[in-house]
């Protein structure tokens, strides 16, 4: 499994920016892809996530109402869409993803990362 993030960039407070996710290595229909981001000197934080299968975007409650997961099944790609950008969003952005069928999306170890993409978001 191979996920490859970009998308990243420098933006102004209040625009939106959507990050991409494409996956590879097999069928994604089951299990969860998940965004997480790493601000220096901070630890890394759950963003977003949500079921390869479907369902809802379960968010971190600092980008509650304003980020969201969405998938393009024929792509095999997977996409935080991002708005209301603030600059205590700025952060590496990383998706991960994790193929087992049980248990939360948001509370779950992820077996396979990709490598980050750069948020800025200036004031």
């Known amino acids: 499994v191979q996920l490859q993030a970009s998308g990243g960039g420098l933006v102004q407070a209040g625009d939106s920016l959507r990050l991409s996710c494409a996956a590879s290595g097999r069928t994604f229909n089951s299990g969860c892809v998940g965004w997480f981001r790493q601000a220096p000197g901070k630890e890394r934080e759950f963003v977003a996530a949500?079921?390869?299968?479907?369902?809802?975007?379960e968010s971190g409650n600092t980008v509650k109402g304003r980020f969201t997961v969405s998938r393009d099944n024929a792509k095999n790609t997977v996409y935080l869409e991002m708005t209301s950008l603030k600059p205590d969003d700025t952060a590496v952005y990383y998706c991960?993803?994790?193929?087992?069928?049980?248990?939360?999306?948001?509370?779950?170890?992820?077996?396979?990362w990709g490598q980050g993409t750069q948020v800025t978001v200036s004031s």
């Open positions: 991960a993803t994790d193929l087992s069928i049980y248990g939360s999306c948001r509370y779950r170890e992820y077996s396979y």
């Open positions: 949500r079921g390869w299968g479907g369902g809802e975007t």
